[in-house]
């Protein structure tokens, strides 16, 4: 099974950035699926948890501010990411819990 995530990028403080992750050979319909990020120096985070019937929950830093998605249909899941703050900047991941494939990442990076 292979996750692909895309969308990432540069912003400003305060803007917003939507990140997907397309899921091939992958049980997609039937996982839970988490988004992590990675900064420089630090471990890997669990940011945010979505079930498969879409139930979601996330970490008090990004709680308020970042939604996850998910479409079964297109085996396609959705991080989108407003008010993003300057702690925020690392490498976005995608994971299937069944399985437990990993994305390849993708930056995401916010300065003024």
């Known amino acids: 099974g292979q996750l692909v995530e895309s969308g990432g990028g540069w912003v400003q403080p305060g803007g917003s950035l939507r990140l997907s992750c397309e899921a091939s050979g992958v049980m997609f319909s039937i996982s839970a699926m988490g988004w992590y990020r990675q900064a420089p120096g630090n471990e890997r985070e669990l940011i945010a948890q979505i079930t498969t019937d879409g139930i979601t929950l996330y970490a008090d830093s990004v709680e308020g501010r970042f939604t996850a998605s998910r479409d079964n249909a297109k085996n396609m899941l959705y991080l989108q990411m407003d008010d993003l703050k300057p702690k925020d900047p690392a490498v976005y991941y995608c994971?299937?819990?069944?399985?437990?494939?990993w994305g390849q990442g993708t930056q995401g990076t916010v300065s003024s």
């Open positions: 994971k299937a819990c069944y399985g437990q494939v």
